[in-house]
């Protein structure tokens, strides 16, 4: 069974244990002191398995997969960490117990960091100035846990005056992150109805000439999802014309900018049309 499925199902059966000891908690427990640990339990799996299924998205699509594994342990790290601190309490001195504490902080800031930057990368933003954006949120979120670090291990060395200046300018990093986090959707939406809102010069489904590559029958399928008549292979075809980072179509494009934007097109991305000049040569008849 590959890898990825093991995963996600694994995270499946820890959300529903979670599920189940919560419940159990919930209803049978009572008030006492062993059943709360239970509940609380049961929370820091579920966030667990949350932050898990998050990065194991972005895994799935192929993005930044070093950096979701390494999200992946961190989180492990803290919820591991977190669970010896709730089941241990008492049994550990209180060094070794704020030790623990501080590192599974850490280890959770940076899962969630590592995370957020992954689940970003997903929208396929066009252009600059929209990539602009999301960088920035990643960047701005990266500097509001990188402040509150080292701000946990060190605070009793920091004078007082300072703490504020360090609180003032990690809310400030914040809600830029904040707000960059919640715009970048947002833009990827109105990217996509600009591309949508200008007309294809071709219908959204057309018939394409292929090959199928099992049986090797030469068939005309419409674009989209389709099958091969003769073996049943599923089929879907995609046909995207080009277009201007602003989301412009590019077809007969006449010059070198874009009408919209004003950006310079690659010779690459240019539309020129088939002229005898330009026919493909016919082979030689024998």
Known sequence: MHIRIVFLWSMIISLSLAALMGIFALVFGGDSWFAQRILITALLVGGFSIVALMA????ERKRLVPLMWCGIGCAGAALLGW?????GDGVMDWEIEELILKSSMTAA???????????????KLYARWRQAVRTGAIVATGITLGLIIPFMWFEDMIPYDAEWTIWRTIGVFAILGSAG???????????SIQVHA????????VLVGITCPRCQTEAMLKTGGAKCSACGLKITIDVEEPRCVCGYLLYQLQGDRCP???????DRDRWAARTPSNEPTPPPVC
């Open 56 to 59: 194991a998205v972005v895994i």
């Open 83 to 87: 669970l010896i601190l709730l089941w």
């Open 109 to 123: 800031l940076a899962a969630i960091g590592l995370t957020h930057a992954g689940l970003m990368f997903l929208p």
């Open 181 to 191: 986090t919640i715009v970048t959707p947002v833009l990827w939406k109105l990217q």
């Open 198 to 205: 200008s007309a294809e010069s071709i219908p959204h489904r």
């Open 260 to 266: 919209e934007c004003g950006r310079t097109i690659a």
